[in-house]
């Protein structure tokens, strides 16, 4: 079975940093791209940003250029989010998805096949 196991959520004060992880098991992991999306109480789902294992192309959203760094582990089957410059704004649970391709449409990442469960990242003001 496909799993995804997101961790590494927690509050921070703005300006702040943390990292998130996402661990996958159950598929050939260097035939995938992992994304991260977010959702914030009473808004739709962001695509924040994406990575291929294949070739390591990304994708982020303009809301997180310039702060947030993904990257892969092949050898762990891990990606990671590294958020920096926290805003209150990026309060959220995030969830990483997996999904052949990062699916770019109309410069926003849709479209996932598999999900995993959600980590709360609360960024205080």
């Known amino acids: 079975d496909v799993q995804l196991q997101a961790f590494g959520g927690g509050l921070v004060q703005a300006g702040g940093s943390l990292r998130l992880s996402c661990a996958a098991s159950?598929?050939?992991?260097?035939?995938?791209?992992i994304g991260w999306f977010r959702q914030a109480p009473g808004k739709e789902r962001e695509g924040v940003s994406c990575i291929s294992s294949k070739d390591g192309t990304t994708y982020y959203a303009d809301s997180v250029k310039g702060r947030f760094t993904i990257s892969s582990d092949n050898s762990k089957n891990t990606v990671y989010l590294q958020m920096n410059s926290l805003k209150p704004e990026d309060t959220a649970v995030y969830y990483c998805a997996a999904h052949r391709f990062c699916l770019i449409i109309h410069e926003n990442l849709v479209g996932m096949d598999h999900w995993g469960e959600g980590t709360l990242v609360t960024v205080s003001s």
């Open positions: 159950g598929f050939t992991f260097d035939d995938y791209a």
